[in-house]
């Protein structure tokens, strides 16, 4: 019989979260031939990472996944034979209490957040028992060394960036509508949350040296930067130059596409979870603007993932790197000069995150390891 799985998503950051979600799916679907059904609350956000989505439908079939809009006022359904629980999210009361009945209770785990923190390794795969009913759920963690649960990666992804050609990087231009390069650009994807120093950012990018093409999806930041140079969202072109500087807004991509994005261009600035992840599979220079949370907590996750990203790195190279993230993230101010001396790391970088990448793909994928654990407690 073909096993049954359930995902339930709620979405807090817009994308991260079901970009996750939605990969993880996919990849059980495609890969392993499970029957997924996927839950989510915001069918709108998701729509916009998958356009194949009808933010209206309270149930469709979308790439051979069930996806369902979770409602508050929930009605209850037959448990899937294992349960995902993405990020903490809550299941629905009804749901859980539905669990008790099959004469085999359903492998319930809580499937955590990405830390490169050193503890994760201990929590990963602890039980949780439920305070009140007798269930238990079993935490698993994300992350980027042995002992955890290890990262989204395809069975064919790598194959595909090692194939992706210069000639297959205009292809892609062209089809999204944007310039072929310019002899000496630096080409940018930029990624990140509404509180990232862009301003800062456009002024060092505006003087480069070389000319700079910077490409921004829709959404807050984009809004900003219009700001930046007077310009009210619906009064301005979706292309602005300034100097050296160009910069470019474009619609939302679908993950397939922006993934070839991350390899189309030279340096990626990525946010949160789900694109932080795909960058380091990119291989090429990369920085992350974490998710903010309160007292500043984020800095000792960013710091826990710079400890490992940077150990194999030349002194001057770690540096460099920590400086521009560091100033990224809000722990000191973002100047020309260390842009550019970030900037001034990128052969290099391109080799380390290579060498990074390979390190990471000597660990099973996370698909696959829960894929493992789940078939071990059925």
């Known amino acids: 019989m073909r096993q049954h799985w359930d995902i339930f998503c709620t979405v807090v950051d817009n994308f991260g979260d079901i970009g996750v979600c939605w990969r993880l799916a996919k990849q059980l679907a495609h890969e392993h031939r499970k029957t ?7 069918l709108a956000s998701f729509s916009r990472i998958s356009p194949d989505i009808d933010p209206t439908a309270k149930r469709q079939f979308v790439q051979g996944i069930e996806i369902f809009l979770w409602q508050t006022a929930f009605r209850a359904v037959e448990p899937a034979d294992v349960v995902i629980e993405a990020f903490a999210c809550e299941l629905p009361e009804a749901y859980v209490l539905a669990m008790l009945q099959p004469t085999r209770q359903p492998v319930w785990i809580n499937l955590e957040y990405l830390s490169a923190e050193p503890w ?102 984009a809004k900003r930067i219009l700001s930046l140079f007077g310009c009210a969202t619906s009064q301005c072109a979706a292309s602005i130059t300034h100097e050296r500087l160009t910069v470019r807004i474009i619609p939302f991509m679908s993950q397939m596409e922006y993934d070839r994005l991350l390899w189309s261009c030279d340096v990626n600035f990525v946010r949160g979870e789900d694109s932080f992840v795909r960058t380091q599979w990119a291989g090429k220079p990369f920085v992350w603007n974490i998710y903010p949370q309160h007292d500043t907590a984020h800095w000792k996750k960013l710091d826990a993932f710079l400890d490992l990203y940077t150990t194999d790195m030349p002194q001057a190279m770690a540096a460099a790197v920590r400086a521009m993230w560091s100033c990224w993230n809000g722990k000191a101010v973002l100047n020309t000069s260390i842009w550019m001396n970030f900037l001034s790391m990128q052969e290099s970088l391109m080799q380390h995150n290579r060498n990074w990448s390979n390190r990471l793909m000597k660990q099973d994928d996370l698909a696959s390891n829960l894929v493992r654990f789940a078939e071990n407690k059925l």
């Open 36 to 42: 997924v059904r996927l839950w989510i609350d915001d």
């Open 120 to 221: 994760v390794g201990q929590y990963h795969g602890l039980p949780s028992p439920h305070p009140r009913l007798p269930l238990t759920k079993t935490f698993f963690f994300p992350g980027f060394v042995p002992g955890t649960g290890g990262l989204l990666r395809e069975k064919n992804l790598m194959a595909q960036r090692l194939a992706f050609t210069n000639a297959d990087e205009q292809a892609f231009w062209r089809d999204k509508n944007l310039p072929q390069r310019n002899a000496g650009e630096l080409r940018i994807s930029l990624f990140g949350y509404d509180n990232a120093p862009v301003d800062n950012l456009i002024a060092a990018l505006s003087i480069s040296t070389a000319p700079v093409f910077l490409i921004v999806p829709m959404g807050k930041l």
